[in-house]
């Protein structure tokens, strides 16, 4: 039977065949996703916590400061999930990037760092609605509008920074 686990290897994630014991199964995909996704929140929480502090940019701060506050709504299901199913998150988990730069630099590359993970997260929590573990699909069900919104944002605060001027006019016309 094939059955996506998702290991926290860094950002990456892995499709593999599952055989044996369905239930056990299940049980290691669902833990892995949930500590995945959880670590996924906690390093974009550093990472905006890092834009607020550094960006000298008003549209990044307000982008980090309305990343912050989603993923602390998409990290609170999750950490219920990781302790009914007894799965232990790891507190400590930093971004998974460090971001040296000050000024437009660091807002040019905060941008397009929180596009691309955003994209990731999108296309992992699509996936995560197949699972078999219904609070998962729950979850994700719940979860993927507002990635899918932070996919959005972030694509627009690149193009903002890039070119200011065209987003404004986008921003018009729509």
């Known amino acids: 039977m094939k059955k996506v686990k ?3 290897v860094g950002v990456f994630w892995l ?3 599952v055989v044996g014991n369905d239930a056990a199964a299940e049980e290691f995909v669902t833990a892995d996703f949930i500590r995945f996704a959880a670590a996924k929140s906690m390093s974009e929480m550093a990472a905006a916590k ?12 307000a982008y980090a400061q309305n990343r912050l506050d989603a993923q602390v709504t998409l990290l609170a299901p999750l950490e219920t999930l990781a302790q009914q199913e007894g799965i232990i998150l790891d507190r400590q988990q930093q ?8 000024g437009e630099t660091f807002d040019t590359a905060y941008a397009n760092k929180r596009a691309a993970e955003s994209k990731r997260m999108v ?14 699909r729950r979850y994700a069900q719940h979860a993927l509008p507002m990635l899918m919104q932070h996919w959005y944002q972030a694509q627009h605060l690149v193009l903002a920074l890039n070119n200011p001027v065209s987003a404004d006019s986008l921003l018009a016309t729509r």
């Open 95 to 102: 971004s998974t990037y460090v971001f040296i730069r000050k």
């Open 123 to 136: 296309k992992i929590v699509r996936k995560a609605m197949l699972s078999e573990d219904f609070e998962v």
């Open 6 to 8: 998702f290991f926290l």
């Open 15 to 17: 499709a593999a065949s």
């Open 50 to 61: 890092l834009a607020l502090e550094t960006s000298t940019s008003p549209e990044v701060k």
